[in-house]
């Protein structure tokens, strides 16, 4: 993803994804560490696995992380996350001509 193709409808939800410390602070681990699977994850940031998915499944569906489900080799299902390739420049330019595509739904 990057910034001169975004709609101003994935432009808000991405700045939304983003807008979150906890979402932040993944982000910046799976860049860092590489990819991870959701209870190590979870772990190395201190945060409940139920509430990491929340994060993490707000962030896949803004397109900024990646997930793969995996067998470990004693058969236990792990969902691997990394971070997409993505970059965000943000002009008037860039946010004037996202605001033209806004649909009727992202005006509250």
Same mark, same amino acid.
């Given at each position: 993803?990057?910034?001169? @193709?975004?709609?101003?409808?994935?432009?808000? =939800?991405?700045?939304?994804?983003? !807008?979150?410390?906890?979402?932040? /602070? &993944? &982000? #910046?681990?799976?860049?860092?560490?590489? /990819?991870?699977?959701?209870?190590?994850? =979870? /772990?190395?940031?201190?945060? !409940? /696995?139920?509430?990491? @998915?929340? @994060?993490?499944?707000?962030?896949?569906? #803004?397109?900024? &992380?990646?997930?793969?489900?995996?067998?470990?080799?004693?058969?236990?299902?792990?969902?691997? $996350?990394? &971070?997409?390739? $993505?970059?965000?420049?943000?002009?008037?330019?860039?946010?004037?001509?996202? =605001?033209?595509?806004?649909?009727?739904? !992202?005006?509250?």
């Amino acid at each position: 993803m990057k910034s001169k @193709h975004l709609t101003g409808d994935r432009l808000l =939800a991405t700045l939304a994804a983003l !807008s979150n410390p906890h979402r932040l /602070r &993944v &982000v #910046a681990a799976l860049s860092t560490g590489g /990819r991870n699977y959701v209870s190590q994850l =979870a /772990r190395e940031l201190n945060l !409940s /696995r139920p509430l990491l @998915h929340l @994060h993490l499944q707000k962030l896949e569906e #803004a397109g900024l &992380v990646t997930s793969q489900m995996e067998l470990s080799d004693d058969g236990k299902a792990l969902n691997y $996350f990394e &971070v997409a390739d $993505f970059g965000i420049e943000l002009t008037p330019e860039m946010i004037a001509a996202a =605001a033209k595509t806004l649909s009727n739904n !992202s005006e509250n």
